[in-house]
């Protein structure tokens, strides 16, 4: 297995009780509506700790769990077996994916745009092993549409929150990405999570969108 050169031990410590206690206050609600429907062939590019597996319907016969992080990594495995659909974990990044040309029907990324060094070029990879007619499911964290928010999030994003967070910038506009390697947005809604107490990373939304 070639190394991906990804690691954030503290983070990967911090991220699998923080998104636990996100899905506790209803983020789990998201993913479950996330992979609904999907059938086939599924890429999960940055599966982090494998909170989606859980959720993948029967109808999808494979999942490839594509996840950098080796401690994020080793706990998806961990998820990958109390699931219903077969999920195989590997190493790999988002730009270079372990897969061939049009291998897959449905390709899944959750709070992964925000972490890609060239976030539509992690896109434009996943058009290329996306089968004709295939489709990208995103649910992500975003730039806020108002400009108080938007300037928090500018601020934080060229400081300390990266450094701490893995990679992650909370003022990215995904949406835009998504379109700018070529997908059309087929359906989109867009959410404010924990909507009683709002942060930067509280901005989300969640899609559909066709190669
Ligand atoms: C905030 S976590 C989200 C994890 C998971 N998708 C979820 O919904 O909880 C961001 C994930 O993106 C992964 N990541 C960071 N850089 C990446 C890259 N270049 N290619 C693929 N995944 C990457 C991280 O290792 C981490 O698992």
Redesign the pocket.
């Known amino acids: 297995m070639p190394t991906?050169g990804?690691s954030?031990p503290l983070f990967?410590r911090f991220?699998t009780w923080f998104?636990q206690v996100l899905d506790r206050q209803g983020m789990l609600g998201q993913?479950e509506a996330l992979v609904s429907g999907l059938s086939g062939r599924v890429i999960?590019?940055?599966?982090?700790?494998g909170?989606?597996f859980a959720h993948y319907p029967p109808s999808v016969v494979g999942v490839l769990a594509?996840?950098?992080?080796p401690r994020?990594r080793a706990i998806a495995r961990h998820a990958a077996r109390e699931a219903r659909a077969p999920i195989e974990v590997v190493g790999?990044?988002?730009?270079r994916l372990p897969a061939a040309d049009g291998e897959f029907d449905a390709a899944v990324?959750?709070?992964?745009l925000?972490?890609?060094?060239d976030p539509v070029a992690?896109l434009r990879e996943i058009r290329r092993v996306l089968a004709p007619g295939g489709r990208l499911r995103f649910?992500e964290h975003v730039r806020a549409g108002s400009t108080g928010w938007a300037r928090a999030q500018d601020l934080l994003d060229a400081t300390v929150w990266p450094c701490l967070?893995?990679?992650?910038h909370t003022g990215r506009d995904s949406v835009t990405a998504v379109q700018a390697a070529g997908f059309t947005v087929e359906s989109l809604e867009r959410f404010v999570f924990p909507a009683r107490v709002r942060s930067p990373i509280s901005f989300c939304v969640r899609g559909e969108a066709r190669p």
Do not use: I
């Not at 790999?92 to 730009?95: E, K």
């Not at 990324?109 to 992964?112: E, I, L, N, T, W």
């Open positions: 991906t990804v954030h990967a991220y998104s993913r999960e590019v940055g599966a982090g700790n909170l989606n594509v996840e950098p992080e994020l790999g990044l988002a730009d990324v959750s709070f992964v925000c972490s890609l060094p992690g649910l967070t893995g990679g992650c």
